[in-house]
């Protein structure tokens, strides 16, 4: 299957920006998407931003505009770039990768970057 880490997470000012790479490794080949979701304290997994097989990008409505999701070629690296950062950007970001392998769905989930946004 395919395992993920995510990293680049960290501190940043309200108005900043923050550029979190979610790096890929195994059976890469059989992704079709991959995805960032958000997690605040207290709050459910949300889906920030995903990105197909064609590069084709999706983002919830509320970071439109401010985040962009990007992958290489070869599906070793899935980045999102974050800017105009909002208090309520904040959480705990993971990377997910999904795919079929051998005629079954699969999915993994990276441990997670926190993003802290100070005002």
């Known amino acids: 299957q395919v395992q993920v880490v995510e990293s680049g997470g960290g501190l940043v000012q309200a108005g900043g920006s923050l550029r979190l790479t979610c790096a890929a490794s195994?059976?890469?080949?059989?992704?079709?998407?991959m995805s960032w979701y958000r997690q605040a304290p207290g709050e459910e997994r949300q889906l920030v931003a995903y990105i197909t097989t064609s590069s084709s990008a999706n983002y919830a409505d509320s970071v439109k505009g401010r985040f962009t999701i990007s992958r290489d070629n070869a599906w070793k690296a899935v980045h999102l770039q974050m800017t105009s950062l909002k208090s309520e950007d904040a959480g705990d970001y993971y990377c997910k990768a999904e795919g079929n392998l051998n005629g079954r769905d699969f999915h993994s989930w990276g441990q997670g970057t926190a993003v802290i946004v100070s005002s």
């Open positions: 195994g059976s890469t080949y059989a992704l079709n998407f």
